[in-house]
T-cell receptor, first 116, second 113 residues
Framework: DAGVIQSPRHEVTEMGQEVTLRCKPISGHDYLFWYRQTMMRGLELLIYFNNNVPIDDSGMPEDRFSAKMPNASFSTLKIQPSEPRDSAVYFC??????????????FGPGTRLTVL | KNQVEQSPQSLIILEGKNCTLQCNYTVSPFSNLRWYKQDTGRGPVSLTIMTFSENTKSNGRYTATLDADTKQSSLHITASQLSDSASYICVVSWSWGNTPLVFGKGTRLSVIA
């Protein structure tokens, strides 16, 4: 398996533009997570899905952020309109349904977003 | 408030030396604690996972310890190598399985020759 795949790896855009980040989880995984990482705040959970259904979106910073998972193999995180403070590295992670306390999340390589 | 605090923020050591990274948490109830290694420009990769009933777990030159009573964990790296240079992140879960997670801000380790 190729692991969690994210695209693009780097995105530079201007303030006010729409940004769409994409994620393909590991085949067979039931959970998908979107995280944001900054130097100041570290890793923060934005939203996670179980079987394509959003379970907890309390980490989504504001209405400008939205996430979808139309099927088991694809998810998007959209920011509209983007702002300079959205600049960060966005990670997608996936895991199996928790059958034990040792269930692991596997992270993608991340998308580095820069909003000018 | 559920929090995970890590120390030091950064650390520089000579190749071949040992080091210990610290993690204190206030997450309650506690389910499990994980240490992740994050290389520059890459996603975090799991090193160890421990439940409340475990007090030590090893992965090669990495050994994690857990004291659930004092809510402290440490990650000990033995005979450090240049490839150990990375950020090490402590992550705590208060529910069974892997959600939700509370992340520390990490310790940036630099191993120099």
């Amino acid at each position: 398996d190729a692991g969690v795949i994210q695209s693009p790896r780097h995105e530079v855009t201007e303030m006010g533009q729409e940004v769409t980040l994409r994620c393909k989880p590991i085949s067979g995984h039931d959970y998908l997570f979107w995280y944001r990482q900054t130097m100041m705040r570290g890793l923060e959970l934005l939203i996670y899905f179980n079987n394509n259904v959003p379970i907890d979106d309390s980490g989504m910073p504001e209405d400008r952020f939205s996430a979808k998972m139309p099927n088991a193999s694809f998810s998007t995180l959209k920011i509209q309109p983007s702002e300079p403070r959205d600049s960060a590295v966005y990670f997608c992670a996936s895991s199996f349904f928790p059958t034990s306390e040792y269930n692991e999340q596997f992270f993608g390589p991340g998308t580095r977003l820069t909003v000018l | 408030k559920n929090q995970v605090e890590q120390s030091p923020q950064s650390l520089i050591i000579l190749e071949g030396k040992n080091c210990t990274l610290q993690c204190n948490y206030t997450v309650s109830p506690f389910s499990n604690l994980r240490w992740y290694k994050q290389d520059t420009g890459r996603g975090p990769v799991s090193l160890t996972i421990m439940t409340f009933s475990e007090n030590t777990k090893s992965n090669g030159r990495y050994t994690a310890t857990l004291d659930a009573d004092t809510k402290q964990s440490s990650l000990h790296i033995t005979a450090s190598q240049l490839s150990d240079s990375a950020s090490y992140i402590c992550v705590v879960s208060w529910s069974w399985g892997n959600t939700p997670l509370v992340f520390g801000k990490g310790t940036r380790l630099s191993v120099i020759a």
